[in-house]
């Protein structure tokens, strides 16, 4: 049988992590030590995948950086002959054109008919903001430096934090409100002009 320093318990939690239901019958009869063996190998992969996971989004986070970065210096470039509107309706068809090549590619497509009216909702929402945003990033970009604009952009954050405070319930620590704090502080020292 298996010895018993096996710890059944943090197996069980790392099932139910994994989204599996512990029934008891599985480890009865002759199979029992294979099956609870193959199990826990897939519940430690899968504790793997958590934990690598929880890393997962800081490394897409620091691309989003990256990318806006260069949403910055591009779209600069970009707007130099162009009105802001169309610059943001030229980017706006390059990112639907491209978002609708990775869902078909990836095989994500959902009819429209089984996503929820509340989903609907604050995606319209989401992506009325957005064009708004994008707008007026593109017009303040026409007429102001890259490295002031984007600064005063990213006080989007400090906006984000609040809101998500004040309106889903989020809570931030005094460390993550002092590092809010010091993003304001640096966006404006940054788009001060000296």
Not at 72 to 77: L, M, Q, R, S, Y
Not at 110 to 122: C, D, N, R, V, Y
């Amino acid at each position: 049988m298996v010895s018993s320093s096996l710890n059944l318990g943090r197996f069980i939690v790392c099932l139910q992590r994994a989204r599996f239901h512990f029934n008891p019958d599985w480890f009865s009869g002759a199979t029992s030590e294979r099956r609870l063996l193959r199990h826990l190998e897939l519940a430690r992969r899968n504790e793997g995948l958590i934990m690598s996971h929880s890393v997962s989004w800081l490394i897409r986070a620091l691309f989003s950086a990256a990318f806006a970065a260069l949403t910055a210096i591009f779209g600069k470039v970009g707007v130099a002959n162009v009105s802001a509107d169309v610059a943001t309706l030229i980017r706006t068809m390059v990112i639907l054109g491209t978002l609708a090549a990775i869902v078909a590619a990836t095989g994500q497509w959902q009819s429209p008919e089984t996503i929820p009216a509340k989903t609907w909702l604050f995606l319209v929402l989401s992506g009325l903001a957005t064009g708004v945003s994008w707008l007026c990033y593109f017009r303040a970009l026409k007429v102001g430096d890259a490295a002031r604009v984007a600064p005063i952009d990213k006080l989007s954050v400090v906006l984000v934090a609040l809101f998500g405070a004040a309106f889903l319930n989020e809570r931030l620590s005094g460390l993550n409100w002092m590092g809010v704090a010091f993003i304001g502080v640096g966006a404006l020292m940054v788009a001060v002009r000296a």
